[in-house]
T-cell receptor, first 116, second 112 residues
Framework: EAGVVQSPRYKIIEKKQPVAFWCNPI?????LYWYRQNLGQGPELLIR????????DSQLPKDRFSAERLKGVDSTLKIQPAELGDSAVYLC??????????????FGEGSRLTVL | LAKTTQPISMDSYEGQEVNITCSHN???????ITWYQQFPSQGPRFIIQ???TKVTNEVASLFIPADRKSSTLSLPRVSLSDTAVYYC?????????????FGTGTRLTIIP
């Protein structure tokens, strides 16, 4: 079974440029998460989707970040314009919630963003 | 939200048993304790989850005392490939993990 797929793995851009990250969750997983991980820190939740609905976006910097999950499957996270402080690894995760499961999160390998 | 505290780093020799303890004094009744492992350039990977007493799987054991205010991840006979960051998370995973927060984790280094 394929895991969570993210692209691109690496992205280098200059500040003020836009950037987008794509995530394809595990088939059948209804919940999708975007996390940001700064160097030496644990992942921080940016947004969580239940199917196509964003149920927790309280940590998403809405002035420059946006996300969508059309049709409740793939998701895209966009930053426009990027700032130097946005340099980090952006992780996507998915899980199958409900029906008595443990809620284990499955993470992709992440997209490493460097803003110059 | 239940906050967790764990050592920043630990070193151990190959073949030894490693125990990483996590404190979570304000754990709630519905909260589970979950541990993740993260290698460089990879996303975190689920290791084990428990609610009380002891849970064991093929890679680790999780010990949880009766008051549930702490938990200990036990890795038997570690090898160099166990070098990674280990995160302890506490939250009600039955409702979508919305309360799960990663801390800074414990950086475990295995010495040959």
């Amino acid at each position: 079974e394929a895991g969570v797929v993210q692209s691109p793995r690496y992205k280098i851009i200059e500040k003020k440029q836009p950037v987008a990250f794509w995530c394809n969750p595990i088939s059948g997983h209804n919940t999708l998460y975007w996390y940001r991980q700064n160097l030496g820190q644990g992942p921080e939740l940016l947004i969580r989707y239940e199917n196509e609905e964003a149920v927790d976006d309280s940590q998403l910097p809405k002035d420059r970040f946006s996300a969508e999950r059309l049709k409740g499957v793939d998701s895209t996270l966009k930053i426009q314009p990027a700032e130097l402080g946005d340099s980090a690894v952006y992780l996507c995760a998915s899980s199958l919630v409900g029906q008595g499961n443990t809620g284990e999160l499955f993470f992709g390998e992440g997209s490493r963003l460097t803003v110059l | 939200l239940a906050k967790t505290t764990q050592p920043i780093s630990m070193d151990s020799y190959e073949g030894q048993e490693v125990n990483i303890t996590c404190s979570h004094n304000n754990i709630a009744t519905n909260d589970y304790i979950t541990w993740y492992q993260q290698f460089p350039s990879q996303g975190p990977r689920f290791i084990i989850q428990g609610y009380k007493t002891k849970v064991t799987n093929e890679v680790a054991s999780l010990f949880i005392p009766a008051d549930r205010k702490s938990s200990t991840l036990s890795l038997p006979r570690v090898s160099l490939s166990d070098t990674a960051v280990y995160y302890c998370l506490v939250g009600d995973t039955s409702f979508g993990n919305e309360k799960l927060t990663f801390g800074t984790g414990t950086r475990l280094t295995i010495i040959p």
